[in-house]
């Protein structure tokens, strides 16, 4: 890898040139414009399909072009950080002081993770300093625009299960997915979702060929990201809410660098989605509704609520390795590996709730038995300082579910050895037996009153769960 000093000698700036659209045959197509001076240039693509001209002309070209700039804006993290710049210079539109500094924000804590994992002292004096060429002019627009929810839907438990219970309370829904997995498209078909909207997102391979030379690369804020391209896709579309299924676990943190917090869900914390809905409503779309329907809930809570929707349950698939590329070193399996942390605390969640045979139709494996994963599930449930950087839940709920998985397996194998893992946790971690069923029953029917529910979706949420 390259040394940072030298790749930011080497490239003083990063410039968003400017942003197009067109509409063609399969949508609407956008091209950025992106320079990593002096001589790098880039062209990220992005195509949301069956956008016609009418809905350009309903939404109008001033708000169509403003939505366009700000998920530019969005896109950039993941080139800019290839070089850490010191200066991002922004031509393609306006920006006040207040959206300087709010990019500069989501940037600092959005790429958390990166600077950690590159060893990045992102607290060093003109570290990055953000600067717009034009001048900041009123962006905010006004629609008359529907009471549709877009959901965007990803291969997971998660997004299933708010799909799932919007649509049984009647409500009127779009389905989103960008670059949808085979496992996606089959959770939509399942669920019923007529017409849904999919985007592709097309990375520049300069980028990839860039990391292989020894250039940055790491963790982005992808959720980030998602939400500027569901306000857009959802302003083009006539949908009003967009609920994303970000939960109530993704708030802990991973682990601490330069004493700050770092989260590898940060763009799902509580804290980015109030941020952005504020942003949004200021220079986006003012009737713009961006939540998580599932901010309440734990994911433990989720996984219970899950395991009542059997008709996802050998469709879904939430291991993120079964995508990872490694910048296109590696073929993607599409399948659960059954060997990493998001394996492992799935599992852990969903044991309590589904039987034996089926999680192993659906993992492949009974993955309590698996001593490569010892090290992770201490990891899971606080006996190191650091959790793993992956969209687990918090250690607290890991040791529920441990527990929770630990009594059902001794209710059906009273008399046999326990897999490696339940036998690790029965003989080293858990506390006086007493203590546990008072917690699990607190931790499955807690509520998390701090949440961005709009009015009537607290009630949709509290009643699917049967939280008094």
């Not at 080139?79 to 031509?91: D, G, H, R, T």
């Not at 996606?184 to 985007?199: D, L, S």
């Not at 708030?251 to 914390?269: D, F, P, R, V």
Request: hydrophobic share 40%; glycine share 4%.
């Amino acid at each position: 890898m390259i040394k940072l000093s030298a790749l930011r000698e080497k490239h003083p700036r990063f410039i968003y040139e400017k942003y197009d659209w067109k509409i063609s045959s399969s949508g609407l197509e956008i091209l950025f414009d992106f320079r990593l001076m002096p001589d790098i240039k880039f062209q990220p693509k992005i195509l949301i399909e069956n956008v016609r001209q009418a809905q350009i002309e309903k939404i109008g070209k001033r708000t169509l072009d403003n939505l366009v700039f700000n998920l530019g804006l969005a896109e950039m993290i993941s080139y800019w950080k290839a070089a850490c710049s010191p200066e991002i210079m922004i031509n393609a539109g306006p920006l006040s002081a207040e959206q300087k500094k709010w990019w500069q924000w989501l940037v600092i804590n959005g790429l958390g993770q990166f600077f950690y994992e590159n060893k990045i002292n992102f607290n060093e004096p003109k570290f990055l300093k953000i600067t717009a060429s034009k001048p900041a002019g009123s962006t905010l627009s006004s629609l008359k625009i529907s009471e549709k929810i877009m959901v965007p839907m990803g291969g997971g438990k998660d997004s299933a299960v708010t799909l799932e219970i919007l649509k049984r309370a009647g409500k009127d829904l779009v389905c989103f997915a960008l670059n949808p997995t085979r496992d996606t498209e089959g959770i939509i078909k399942a669920a019923g979702c007529k017409n849904p909207i999919f985007a592709r997102r097309q990375i520049d391979p300069k980028l990839v060929e860039l990391n292989q030379k020894g250039y940055l690369n790491g963790h982005t804020p992808f959720s980030a990201y998602l939400a500027f391209l569901t306000t857009l896709s959802a302003a083009l579309f006539d949908c009003r809410h967009i609920a994303v299924s970000n939960e109530r676990s993704s708030n802990e943190a991973t682990l601490k660098y330069l004493n700050k917090n770092i989260n590898h869900q940060w763009s799902k914390t509580f804290s980015f989605e109030r941020s952005f809905r504020k942003y949004s409503q200021k220079y986006l779309i003012r009737q713009s509704d961006y939540f998580s329907f599932l901010r309440p809930l734990y994911e433990i809570q989720i996984a219970r609520i899950f395991a009542g929707f059997e008709k996802y349950q050998l469709i879904f698939l939430s291991c993120n390795e079964a995508y990872k590329t490694y910048s296109g070193t590696k073929t993607p399996t599409g399948t659960w590996c059954a060997n990493c942390s998001k394996c492992l605390f799935a599992f852990i969640i969903l044991y309590p709730f589904i039987a034996k045979e089926e999680m192993i139709k659906i993992f492949g494996q009974n993955i309590f038995e698996n001593k490569y994963l010892l090290e992770t599930a201490k990891e899971l449930i606080g006996e190191k300082p650091a959790k793993p950087l992956e969209c687990v839940g918090t250690r607290e709920e890991s040791n529920i579910a441990f527990y929770l998985s630990l009594a059902k397996a001794r209710q059906e194998l009273p008399n046999s050895d326990l897999p490696l893992l339940l036998a690790y946790f029965e003989k080293n971690i858990r506390p006086e037996k007493k203590n546990w069923p008072k917690e699990a029953e607190k931790m499955l029917s807690s509520w998390n009153k701090q949440n961005s529910l709009p009015k009537g979706f607290d009630e949709i949420l509290k009643r699917s769960c049967q939280i008094k």
